[in-house]
C-alpha cells in the first residue's frame, strides 16, 4: 500500500496557531494589568506633555484598577524618555506621552536618533492636538507680527527666542519665522518649558515660542502678551490673536500634538484594552473640557489610526528638515 504524506493546508495551519494563541491571549488579558504602570513623560514638569499626562493618568487608573504613576525624564528633545519606554519590557505597564518632538522633529533632525518611531512603540491613542504661540515679555516693543519681525530687523543679532529645547517643535516655528522674513532670531534652547518661561517673563530673553496650554495661563494674567499663533486658523482658547497664516506667513505653521505609546511587541489584546480605556477617558465631558479650556483639542484615535498618524507626521517633519536644512549633531 503506498503512503502518502499529509501536507497541512495553509488554513489548518493557521486554525492550529490561532488555537495556540488563544490560551496566551486570554492569560495576557487576565493578568493585565498586573501592578502599577508607570506613564513616562519625556518633557520636565509643568509643560504640555506634563498636564496632558496627568490629566489624563488620573481617569485611567480607576478604569483598569491599577495607580498610574507619571514619571518625567526630559532630554534630547523628548528623545532621552522615549528610549527608555522603547527599550522597556512590552507588557503594557510602561506607557509614553509620545509627541511631535520626540517622534517626528528629533528623529529628523538628529543624525543618529536611538529608536525607530514607527518600528520600536505600539502606539494607542492621540491625547490631543494644540498651536503654538509666539510670545513676549510685556516691556517687549512689538504686539503684532509686523513690529516683531521690524524689532528683530533693528537689533544687532537680531532677537533672542526660548524654548523647551533643540528639537522641539518649538526651536523649529523661529528656524522657520527666521527663513519666512529673513531677519536674524536666535535660538535659546532650556531644558524644558518652565525655565524658558521664567527667563521670558523675568526679561532675561524678550521672546519664546511656547505651546498654548503651557503658556496660556501667563497670557491671560498679562505676563507674557501673545503675538500669533502657529495654527493655520486662530486658536479658540486664544481669539485675539492672530496666526502666522493670517498674517501673509502660512510657511509659518506647525501643530503639535501629543499621544500615548507602549513599547514595541505589546500583545495585541492588551492593545485594544489599553486604546478603548484612553479612548473612553478622553471622550469623557470632563476631560474635553479641561483640554479646551487650555487650547488642545482632545483626541482619540484607534491604536491603528494612530500609528498611521504618527508614520505620516515623521515622513513630514524628515521632509521638513531637509528642506530648512537642519541637523543636530
Same mark, same amino acid.
Given at each position: 500500500?503506498?503512503?502518502?504524506?499529509?501536507?497541512? *493546508? =495553509?488554513?489548518?495551519?493557521?486554525?492550529?496557531?490561532?488555537?495556540?494563541?488563544a490560551p496566551r491571549a486570554a492569560r495576557a488579558q487576565?493578568?493585565?494589568?498586573?501592578?502599577?504602570?508607570?506613564?513616562?513623560?519625556? !518633557?520636565?514638569? $509643568?509643560?504640555?506633555?506634563?498636564?496632558?499626562?496627568?490629566?489624563?493618568?488620573?481617569?485611567?487608573?480607576?478604569?483598569?484598577?491599577?495607580?498610574?504613576?507619571?514619571?518625567?525624564?526630559? $532630554?534630547?528633545?523628548?528623545?532621552?524618555? #522615549?528610549?527608555?519606554?522603547?527599550?522597556?519590557?512590552?507588557?503594557?505597564?510602561? %506607557?509614553?506621552?509620545?509627541?511631535?518632538?520626540?517622534?517626528?522633529?528629533?528623529?529628523?533632525?538628529?543624525?543618529?536618533?536611538?529608536?525607530?518611531?514607527?518600528?520600536?512603540?505600539?502606539?494607542?491613542?492621540?491625547?490631543?492636538?494644540?498651536?503654538?504661540?509666539?510670545?513676549?515679555?510685556?516691556?517687549?516693543?512689538?504686539?503684532?507680527?509686523?513690529? !516683531?519681525?521690524?524689532?528683530?530687523?533693528?537689533?544687532?543679532?537680531?532677537?533672542?527666542?526660548?524654548?523647551?529645547?533643540? $528639537? *522641539?517643535?518649538?526651536?523649529?516655528?523661529?528656524?522657520?519665522?527666521?527663513?519666512?522674513?529673513?531677519?536674524?532670531l536666535v535660538h535659546v534652547p532650556y531644558r524644558g518649558?518652565?525655565?524658558?518661561?521664567?527667563?521670558?517673563?523675568?526679561g532675561q530673553i524678550p521672546a519664546i515660542f511656547e505651546?498654548?496650554?503651557?503658556?496660556?495661563?501667563?497670557?491671560? #494674567?498679562?505676563?507674557?502678551?501673545?503675538?500669533?499663533?502657529?495654527?493655520?486658523?486662530?486658536?479658540?482658547?486664544?481669539?485675539?490673536?492672530?496666526?502666522?497664516?493670517?498674517?501673509?506667513?502660512?510657511?509659518?505653521?506647525? *501643530? $503639535?500634538?501629543?499621544? +500615548?505609546?507602549?513599547?514595541?511587541?505589546?500583545?495585541?489584546?492588551?492593545?485594544?484594552? %489599553?486604546?478603548?480605556?484612553?479612548?473612553?477617558?478622553?471622550?469623557?465631558?470632563?476631560?474635553?473640557? =479641561?483640554?479646551?479650556?487650555?487650547?488642545?483639542?482632545?483626541?482619540?484615535?484607534?491604536?491603528?489610526?494612530?500609528?498611521?498618524? +504618527?508614520?505620516?507626521?515623521?515622513?513630514?517633519?524628515?521632509?521638513?528638515?531637509?528642506?530648512?536644512?537642519?541637523?543636530?549633531?
Open positions: 500500500m503506498d503512503h502518502v504524506a499529509w501536507r497541512p *493546508t =495553509r488554513r489548518a495551519v493557521l486554525g492550529a496557531a490561532a488555537l495556540l494563541a487576565s493578568e493585565f494589568p498586573s501592578r502599577p504602570l508607570r506613564w513616562i513623560v519625556n !518633557f520636565p514638569p $509643568g509643560g504640555a506633555a506634563d498636564f496632558l499626562s496627568r490629566s489624563l493618568a488620573e481617569r485611567l487608573a480607576p478604569r483598569l484598577g491599577q495607580l498610574v504613576v507619571v514619571e518625567n525624564r526630559p $532630554g534630547a528633545g523628548g528623545m532621552l524618555g #522615549a528610549d527608555f519606554v522603547a527599550k522597556s519590557r512590552g507588557d503594557g505597564h510602561v %506607557l509614553l506621552a509620545s509627541n511631535l518632538a520626540s517622534h517626528a522633529i528629533s528623529p529628523a533632525i538628529y543624525a543618529a536618533p536611538p529608536y525607530d518611531p514607527a518600528a520600536d512603540f505600539t502606539h494607542l491613542a492621540l491625547m490631543g492636538t494644540l498651536p503654538q504661540v509666539l510670545a513676549v515679555n510685556p516691556s517687549f516693543p512689538a504686539a503684532t507680527v509686523e513690529e !516683531f519681525v521690524a524689532e528683530a530687523r533693528r537689533r544687532p543679532g537680531g532677537v533672542e527666542y526660548g524654548s523647551g529645547g533643540n $528639537g *522641539t517643535s518649538n526651536h523649529f516655528l523661529g528656524v522657520m519665522l527666521a527663513r519666512a522674513t529673513g531677519v536674524p518649558s518652565a525655565p524658558a518661561l521664567t527667563d521670558t517673563i523675568s505651546s498654548l496650554p503651557t503658556a496660556i495661563g501667563h497670557i491671560r #494674567a498679562g505676563r507674557l502678551r501673545a503675538v500669533a499663533v502657529s495654527s493655520r486658523a486662530r486658536a479658540a482658547a486664544l481669539p485675539d490673536t492672530p496666526s502666522f497664516a493670517e498674517r501673509g506667513l502660512p510657511e509659518v505653521e506647525a *501643530t $503639535g500634538w501629543f499621544g +500615548v505609546s507602549a513599547p514595541a511587541g505589546l500583545p495585541a489584546i492588551v492593545a485594544e484594552r %489599553l486604546g478603548a480605556e484612553l479612548g473612553a477617558a478622553m471622550a469623557s465631558p470632563d476631560i474635553r473640557t =479641561r483640554f479646551a479650556e487650555v487650547g488642545v483639542e482632545a483626541g482619540g484615535m484607534s491604536p491603528d489610526e494612530y500609528a498611521a498618524f +504618527v508614520r505620516a507626521e515623521a515622513g513630514r517633519w524628515k521632509a521638513l528638515a531637509a528642506a530648512h536644512n537642519i541637523r543636530v549633531e
